[in-house]
């Protein structure tokens, strides 16, 4: 896991943001845990991205759910040293996850700041192609919706 960490942090600039093809890549091999954290509205519209777990960051403009961190630690199994990368529409409510999560001892958490609908870091997972499946999902696929 040291290893997959370092590697990923070689990718990522100073503030943690790693390019949605990079976590694509991390998450289809197993490298790192992908959550997407924006709203089940936002997951109906676009669909959400494929090796994705969810875990809603927020109930309402700046009304940050309780349980955030400790469904992240849940998805990640208990380890707070998994590599997590954070995605959302554009960037913002990643970045600012990101710090929470950092600050509550996670180790490796990673910014994907492009989003998924793109901003000032790059087009976003949607116009770079990248892999989405609708939501809701089928109980039996994906991770677990939280």
Do not use: N, Y
């Amino acid at each position: 896991m040291d290893d997959e960490r370092d590697d990923l942090q070689l990718e990522a600039d100073g503030a943690g943001r790693i390019a949605a093809d990079v976590a694509h890549a991390a998450a289809e091999a197993g490298r790192i845990l992908l959550v997407d954290i924006r709203t089940p509205q936002e997951w109906r519209s676009t669909g959400v991205p494929a090796a994705a777990a969810l875990a809603c960051l927020t109930t309402g403009p700046g009304d940050i759910r309780a349980e955030f961190v400790d469904e992240i630690e849940r998805l990640a199994g208990g380890d707070k040293l998994r590599p997590v990368a954070l995605v959302c529409r554009s960037g913002a409510r990643s970045a600012f996850a990101r710090r929470l999560l950092l600050a509550r001892g996670f180790a490796a958490v990673f910014d994907v700041a492009e989003g998924m609908g793109g901003s000032s870091f790059g087009r976003g997972w949607l116009a770079r192609g990248r892999p989405v499946a609708p939501w809701p999902r089928e109980p039996a696929a994906g991770p677990p919706v939280t």
